[in-house]
């Protein structure tokens, strides 16, 4: 039997859609609890110790889990479309509305729940920023400096004020959420727009060629990692 890490992560993932598949139906009426992962694991077949392995903090895993199959159905939706043939802010929309399209609303409800909770607030956090960073990335944003943070930062705040509004919606087929998104979004451009004036401002380039310069050394995070540190471990081959 392969025992690879690799092939262990693959194991890993079919269980983890098996539960999330098995926990839907029960995350409406318990959320993102371990009642629902046990139910899970009883209706799915997942051995139990595999689950565990898969899941190891259980209902909360789930939900990380069930997030990050949103953010995949999404990616896969934009790669797919033809991005071509929209201005660039509705790219961006389209990105974020095909996040919600790819998630039932309830399920979302249950996990805004639980992610508001203090001890679960900053992994809820990390996972909308990472939602906003897979939509530049797939756009083709290469940027590496400061405005790496800013882009995500940006567009995670109006996806968390999108998603909120989206919950309470009433409207037919979420019209009114996805106007609420429209406007959103052109404040994003907007942003952007008065940040490429800003750079040809006289006194924005005096300060940037000064005390600005600090901002220079503000690097988007990096996979590489210096093989010098402790627990390195060097690719075979």
């Known amino acids: 039997m392969n025992n690879t ?21 029960h995350v409406v009426f318990d959320g993102w609890s371990d009642a629902v992962f046990q139910a899970a694991i009883t209706d799915s077949g997942v051995d139990a110790g595999l689950a565990t392995q898969a899941c190891p903090r259980g209902g909360l895993d789930l939900a990380v889990a069930y997030h990050k199959a949103g953010d995949g159905a999404m990616v896969a939706a934009m790669n797919a479309a033809d991005l071509g043939a929209m201005r660039y802010s509705e790219r961006v929309a389209f990105g974020a509305r095909t996040r919600l399209e790819a998630v039932e609303r309830e399920a979302v409800r249950r996990g805004v729940s639980l992610f508001a909770l203090p001890q679960h607030a900053g992994e809820g956090a990390g996972l909308v920023l990472a939602t906003a960073g897979l939509i530049w990335e797939t756009l083709g944003d290469t940027s590496t ?4 943070y800013t882009k995500r930062a940006t567009l995670a705040g109006v996806y968390s004020s999108v998603l909120l509004f989206w919950l309470g919606d009433e409207s037919e087929d979420f019209a009114e959420t996805w ?3 429209d406007r959103r979004i052109e404040n994003v451009m907007q942003i ?31 996979s590489d990692v210096p093989p010098d540190l402790p627990g390195y471990i060097a690719p075979k081959g």
Do not use: Y
């Not at 890490?5 to 539960?19: F, G, I, S, V, Y």
């Not at 400096?145 to 790496?148: A, I, K, Q, S, Y």
């Not at 490429?196 to 690097?219: C, E, Q, T, W, Y």
């Open 145 to 148: 400096d400061v405005n790496w």
């Open 192 to 222: 952007e727009v008065a940040k490429a004036k800003m750079r040809d401002n006289p006194l924005v380039k005096a300060f940037m060629s000064g005390p600005g310069r600090v901002l220079d050394h503000i690097k988007a995070p990096t």
């Open 5 to 25: 890490p690799k092939t262990e992560e693959m194991h890993m993932e079919e269980a983890r859609a098996a539960l999330l598949a098995a926990a839907e139906t």
């Open 179 to 181: 106007a609420f998104l």
